[in-house]
Every structure is written in structure tokens, then in C-alpha cells.
């Protein structure tokens, strides 16, 4: 704790700060990270000119093996999505337009030149990143008892806004607090004990608040995740005492009872489980159908799904008309065309592969887990809803990737530094 509380000396130290308090602040409102983006790239232009930080080190950051995938395929499907919102007229602030995409590409940018501005100070970082957390997580999940639990104050903007989006981003808080915990018990028992807290707090509130069938399965699962993945031996008792509780939970009374009657066969029971996705992906396959090469521009979903409705004879009249797919790996086919959709599931591919990298890496193992549990829960509800790609939640997953990113960096620099380790 003392590194933390000295890094607000000086003016690395308190970027770290301001770059992780922007990461929670988006949480409740959108816009609220925006002043806190200018001041770290206020920063950034003052130390090139400077001479502090070098365009040559920021040329060398997206050249390393795990991040150029990354920076290579984000550039790809940007440079796409910009021509397919000028042709079809795009909304640029819409959900899927290209003021999201922005803020993707600067907090990966950003995080990765935090990480390495000082590859003395990783300590430091990660343990204000951890910090954060802890606070962010404490605070998001008191201002959600409040609302729906105590019922004494119902704040409403930020995530707030959207149960959905609340849960996804009570679920990746409280994940990333499960890995620091199982990562960090022994050095900082004070502060693993506060992310166990929110860990725990997080998931009971999933458990018991969410409105999606699915997405405490997944919160669970990405728990149960980090447990496999982490090498101490409590992590494996925990797996353990989890393997037995769900083993004892399945052969209780009431799964039993309900899978004696259970019916897979009847068509109704997976309309109810799909809950109109079927509907969503037969208009979105339409849609895409019509133009494949730059999709519909961002914003025009919603116009191009009517006209559908409206226009095809083999299609109930009366059915709901929605704004997006609910897919993030398909959305932006049908936004902005085949080849945007492709460079931009490569694009989550290649993050996915960065996490998985920072495992194998000393240095950045313990926020490649957290980061490994946060993606799990992006990438899977991702596919049954688009809430994790919403403004709110982008600086928490891409800025935490563009640290780890900056981590992988500095280790691959150390071993070409040092041939014989």
C-alpha cells in the first residue's frame, strides 16, 4: 500500500491513478471517463515532446508477437467501419458506431504505454490497478443494493440503466477480484481479503438480481475458470470444495424433480430458452444478405429490420423490431459488412490469444488471469447479448487488456535483453 500512496508524487504514479479511476468511472454515466482520456493524452503529447516517451517505443509496443495480432486487426476492421459509415451514412456515437471503436483502440493504447512507461514500477501498477478494483467493485455493488435491495436510492445512469449491462459489469468486477484474490493472498492479505469480499458480494448479487437465465451460468463458470488456471493450493481446494457443492447441488431435490419431467423435444421450450434470437438471427441473416460487402452503417439496424419485416411474405407481421443483433461477433457483419465482421472476430480472437500468452509470462500472469475470467464473460454472454460491447463497460475490458498487453511487452523485452534466462 505504501507504493500506491507514493505514486501520487509524481506524474507517472498519478496517470496510473487517473487511467484507473477512468476505468470505473464510465461505469455510471457515459462521458464520465472523457475528461480523464484528455488529461492521459495531455500526458502522452507533453512527455513526446519531451522527448520522455519516444515515437520509436510506441512503434515497438504494436510490433511485439502477442500485441501487433491485436493492433493489426483492430486497424483492419476500423479502417473498414469508417467506409461503411461514410457510404451508408452511419451514426457514429450509435452502440456499434465508431466513437465505441475509438475508445477501444485508446485505452488499449494508452493501457499499453502506462505499462510500459517504467518497467520498474509494474509492481506499483498492478497493485493500483488491484486496488481500484476493490474500490470500484465496492462501490458499484453498494450503489446496486441501494436500488434493488435496501430500496432506499435508485441511481439510473451509467449501467444503472440497463439490468443487463449491470450484471455484466457486477460480473467481470467481480471475477477480476476473484483472480487477485487466489494471485495476491500471500503478499497482500489485507487487500485479497477485500477483492474476496466483492468477489463473493458479486456473484450472490448475480445470483439472486440478474433477469438473464444464462448469465449467472457463465459469472459461475468464470469463477470456477480461474480456480483451474491458478497454481496455489488453495485454489485447489477451492476447486475441490466447488466440484462437491455442485455435484451435491445437481442431485438435490428440486433438479431432480425438474429433469424427471424434463421435455427437450417440445419446439417451445427452446423458443423460451432462445427468448427471439431465432427471430433476431433470421432478419440479420436477411439484412446481411442484402448488403454483404459494407453492411447497413452504423445506427441503421433497427430501419433495415422493419423494412424486412414489412417486405417479407414468410414472416409473422407482428413480430418485435430490435436495434442490434445481441451478438457481438455478428454484429458488425451485419453493420458493416463481411469483411468488417471477420477483422473484427479476429480481433477478439487475437485478444484472446494475448491473455493467453501473459499466462506463460512471469511478469504478467496474475492480470492475464484476472483478464483471462473478464474475457470469458465478455466473449460468451457476448454472444446471447451486445450490453458488453456497450460505452460503459469498454474502458474496464480494453484498457485491462492494454495493460496486460504492455506486461507481455516488457517481458519479451527482458528476454531479448537477457538470452541466457
Known sequence: MDSVRGCLFNGYGLMIHVFCFSLGASLFGVGYAAVFVLIMLAWVM???????????????LSSNRGVSWVVLFFSLFFVVAVLSDFVNGGDWDHRDGLLPSIIVGLYIFLGGLIATKDGKDNKKLLETYHVWCVLWGGILLLFLELRYGWKLFAYRSGIFDNINQLMTGVSMLGVLNWAMFLE???????????SLGVAVWSIICVLEYSTSDILPFICVISYALVLFLCETKLALFMLLFFAMASSFYLIGDGNIRKLSSADFIEIGYWRRLLNHREEILTVSSRIFS???LLGVGAGNFGAYYNDILQSAKDLPKKLQVFDHTHNIWIQHFVAHGAFAGVFFACFLLSSLRLIILGLCSNRARKLSLSALGMFFVFLVYGA?????????????????????????VLEEAEDANNPGY
Open 46 to 60: 507533453v512527455n513526446m515532446f519531451k522527448k520522455k516517451i519516444k515515437l520509436t517505443s510506441v512503434l515497438k
Open 184 to 194: 495476491n493472498m500471500r503478499d497482500k492479505r489485507i487487500l485479497s481479503a477485500l
Open 290 to 292: 442484402k448488403k454483404p
Open 384 to 408: 446471447f447479448e451486445y450490453v458488453p460491447m456497450f460505452e460503459e463497460l469498454l474502458p474496464l475490458v480494453w484498457g485491462t487488456l492494454g495493460l496486460l498487453g504492455g506486461l507481455v
